[in-house]
């Protein structure tokens, strides 16, 4: 059974930082994509970021030039770093891992204040 832990999320100010991190435990796969979803009160969950495992990433527009995301294969481990932070980037942010299927995170809660 593969379970993914975030790790990493908080309150922060606008304009502040974090970096979420996500790794696999259980059993251990390379995994072909990872990447980050979010999901905010009331709204359905969006992709963040994705990095496949020769490194290429998407970024959502809304995103762009403030995030970025990062792999460290060896450790099988993904992460979010978080720059410029805005209040609209509230929301619980979701960890997923795909190889023959998905596997997600429980979440983590991000709150940026005003």
């Known amino acids: 059974q593969v379970q993914l832990v975030e790790s990493g999320g908080g309150l922060v100010q606008a304009g502040g930082s974090l970096r979420l991190s996500c790794t696999p435990s259980?059993?251990?796969?390379?995994?072909?994509?990872m990447g980050w979803y979010r999901q905010a009160p009331g709204k359905e969950r969006e992709p963040v970021a994705s990095?496949?495992?020769?490194?290429?990433?998407n970024y959502a527009d809304s995103v762009k030039g403030r995030f970025t995301i990062s792999r460290d294969n060896a450790k099988n481990t993904v992460y979010l770093q978080m720059n410029s932070l805005k209040p609209e980037d509230t929301a619980v942010y979701y960890c997923?891992?795909?190889?023959?299927?998905?596997?997600w995170g429980q979440g983590t809660q991000v709150t940026v204040s005003s």
């Open positions: 259980g059993i251990i796969l390379i995994f072909n994509a």
């Open positions: 990095i496949l495992r020769t490194g290429s990433t």
């Open positions: 997923k891992a795909s190889l023959s299927r998905d596997f």
